[in-house]
């Protein structure tokens, strides 16, 4: 437990930061969401502090949703291909290209639910289970979200691959 | 692991990389907190057009300006409309804010003709200084003042001093940014509380005693901002005199987030000189 609402903003503003960036892909955005979800947390810390953390995240979650929402910027779900197993993989050499935040971008490029899943699953490292009590979902709606926004992740992540144009600045980038 | 699975771990670990440059301002608790403040005064600047209310009536004894009740009935819109014609009224006079938590409370004076507020938080927790081994525990000690915050300006334009009494630092800062929508509705404000009872809805819970007030409690359903926000108007003067705000929705909790207790005091120069914040000259500027 934290001793106090400023220790846990300067320990964890940081990480919460992130993945308002990653949730919203604007910087600006995301600091004031952070900023708007810790105003909660401090009004609400004889609660939250037990769990601070998880308190905020929360909110910011929800915050970034409105936000979008808001801001008419969502976009469109795409269906999942039938054939999933039979799209390119990527995975082997997309990493190559994370210097120039490839992966960042095609995040940005998922409609909401996808980008959310993506984030808490494996940047902040929640289960299933936990992100659906988060999203208020059920975790049979996480897994199809999470397998959604994997493929389309690994078809954008091909498209770079596909560019010339994209390899050659990744060589660049890398040299 | 599933394929899924491994190529979700490397994207998480490439989103980590990438966002690796992307790092917190320090003071950000400070700024949460001026952030904070800013709330009971942003919206006292405006001016409230008249309330077109319409809603169920409640009867209710409606208590003269003397004191003695006097049988007559009142709904809850002509107690709306009084409450908003009297915040309008109330322009010049200092409002002294109490908003109690857990650990402590803070107190809020603010004077909306000038566009100043003062406020002062204060708290049985103990800010850690560094030589403390379990930053994990709460250290707690007696009731005190941990940090005091002076604004001027309008919303989106907030000059705003900060001292830390615990840490004897201060700070100046100017703040630009626009408040959010969809915080919890300032009651103190015409307008922000017509406009949220326009989207949700208000209702005359009854006469109660408030300390030594006889009062009109309202109850605000803030639905959309996922509030509810329970109002205790001065049955003479209909200023507020307490507020209370519950979180609606699975996560609530089962007491008000935060309860206020206001005071109207009239602009004498004490009162005025509240809103004064200098930093003690042996402190240190951040």
């Known amino acids: ?171 660049d980038v890398r040299r | 692991m599933s394929a899924d699975e491994e190529f979700g771990r490397a994207v998480g670990d490439a989103l980590r990389r990438e966002t690796a440059d992307v790092r917190a301002e320090p003071g950000l608790a400070a700024e949460v907190r001026a952030r904070g403040s ?97 930053t994990r525990t709460p250290r707690t000690g007696p009731m005190h003042r941990t940090q005091s915050i002076a604004g001027v300006g309008a919303p989106g334009d907030v000059r705003y001093t900060v001292v830390d009494w615990e840490l004897r630092t201060w700070s100046t800062n100017h703040d630009d940014s626009i408040v959010l929508e969809g915080e919890v509705p300032d009651i103190l404000d015409p307008d922000a509380l017509r406009t949220a009872i326009d989207e949700g809805r208000m209702e005359m819970i009854g006469p109660e005693r408030v300390g030594d007030r006889d009062t009109h409690h309202l109850r605000l359903f803030a639905t959309r901002r996922g509030y509810q926000i329970d109002l205790w108007v001065d049955a003479a003067t209909y200023l507020p005199v307490r507020e209370t705000s519950i979180v609606l929705g699975e996560d609530a909790p089962a007491k008000p987030v935060m309860t206020n207790d206001y005071t109207w005091l009239p602009r004498s120069a004490e009162n005025l000189a509240k809103l004064d914040l200098v930093a003690p000259p042996d402190f240190t500027r951040r």
């Open chain 2, 38 to 134: 800013r709330r009971a005064w942003k919206l006292r600047t405006a001016i409230g057009a008249p309330l077109t209310a319409a809603a169920a009536a409640a009867a209710v004894l409606v208590a003269t300006a003397g004191g003695t009740p006097e049988p007559r009935f009142a709904n809850v819109a002509q107690v709306q409309e009084q409450t908003l014609r009297a915040l309008r009224s109330a322009q010049n006079q200092i409002i002294h804010e109490r908003t109690d938590y857990d650990s402590g409370y803070s107190e809020t004076w603010t004077d909306r003709s000038t566009r100043r507020y003062r406020l002062d938080n204060y708290s049985t927790l103990v800010q850690p200084d560094g030589t403390d081994t379990d």
């Open chain 1, 1 to 171: 437990m934290f001793a106090s609402f400023d220790e846990f903003v300067e320990d964890r503003s940081t990480a919460l930061l992130r993945t308002a960036f990653l949730l919203t892909g604007d910087r600006g955005h995301a600091e004031d969401l952070v900023q708007t979800a810790l105003l909660r947390t401090l009004r609400r810390w004889s609660r939250a502090r037990a769990a601070p953390e998880a308190y905020t995240r929360r909110v910011l979650v929800n915050l970034a949703k409105d936000r979008i929402r808001a801001r008419g910027r969502r976009p469109p779900e795409t269906p999942l291909p039938p054939d999933v197993a039979g799209l390119r993989e990527v995975d082997a050499g997309y990493d190559r290209v994370a210097d120039r935040k490839v992966v960042t971008e095609a995040l940005a490029e998922l409609p909401l639910r996808q980008r959310q899943v993506v984030v808490l699953r494996f940047v902040e490292d929640l289960s299933v289970d936990q992100t659906a009590a988060l999203l208020g979902c059920t975790s049979g709606t996480v897994k199809s979200y999470t397998t959604r926004a994997l493929t389309r992740l690994r078809e954008l992540l091909a498209d770079f691959h596909d560019s010339p144009v994209a390899m050659k600045e990744t060589t």
